[in-house]
């Protein structure tokens, strides 16, 4: 089974800086199986990125995924105050297992 | 507008057992596959079990397997999750999530609001 661990557990950071989160996996994976994932407080998951560095639907271009093998990295370019919320990278493959998540905080 | 509406959450005891339902709407629910994803309390997001758009092929985490049926009545855009044997760590918010296509090796595009299950005696 794939194992995801994402860096940092938490990013303080303040509004319009660059945010770079990691998620390493325990083993090569395919990147068309990893995705993104936001969560705010109190709301469901929201899609963010898939293959590794597709955005979704309706997400802004600020947002960008990179990465291969084991090591992926998603980044915003510029923090805006909406963006301040946990991500969680995904593999979606042989099996559909979630990092422990990165919480994005104002600094 | 895609939208899925989790229910059935509630208080239960240990040993005990509840079924989860997601309903569907605008989309033709038979071309996608579901999911069941979790989140403990203050916790992260945990995958539970995915079934294929036509019912054929399902799958589960470790945690629940054996103790966890996931099926779906294509019929009326419903999608279910059927818990026994309830443990307090099963106790969490449980999301319905919509998989990109027929088989379960997809990105979940979108997902409930969820329904919340407490398991405690």
């Known amino acids: 089974e794939v194992v995801l661990t994402q860096s940092p557990d938490t990013l303080s950071l303040s509004p319009g800086e660059r945010a770079t989160l990691s998620c390493r996996a325990s083993q090569s994976v395919n990147s068309n199986y990893l995705g993104w994932y936001q969560q705010k407080p109190g709301q469901a998951p929201r899609l963010l990125i898939y293959?590794?560095?597709s955005r979704a639907t309706g997400i802004p271009d600020r947002f960008s995924g990179s990465g291969s093998g084991t090591d992926f990295t998603l980044t915003i370019s510029r923090l805006e105050p909406e963006d301040f919320a946990v991500y969680y990278c995904?593999?979606?493959?042989?099996?559909?297992?979630f990092g422990q998540g990165t919480k994005v905080e104002i600094k | 507008e895609v939208q899925l509406v989790e229910s059935g959450g509630s208080l239960v005891q240990p040993g005990g057992s509840l079924t989860l339902s997601c309903a569907a709407s605008?989309?033709?629910?038979?071309?996608?596959?579901m999911n069941w994803v979790r989140q403990a309390p203050g916790k992260g997001l945990e995958w539970v079990s995915a079934i294929s758009g036509g019912g054929e092929s399902t799958d589960y985490a470790d945690s629940v397997k054996g103790r966890f049926t996931i099926s779906r009545d294509n019929s009326k855009n419903t999608l279910y999750l059927h818990m026994n044997s309830l443990r307090a760590e099963d106790t969490a918010v449980y999301y319905c999530a919509k998989s990109r296509a027929v088989n379960y090796y997809y990105y979940m595009d979108v997902w409930g609001g969820g329904t919340k299950v407490t398991v405690s005696s």
């Open positions: 293959g590794a560095s």
């Open positions: 995904q593999f979606y493959g042989s099996s559909r297992t």
């Open positions: 605008g989309i033709i629910f038979f071309s996608y596959a």
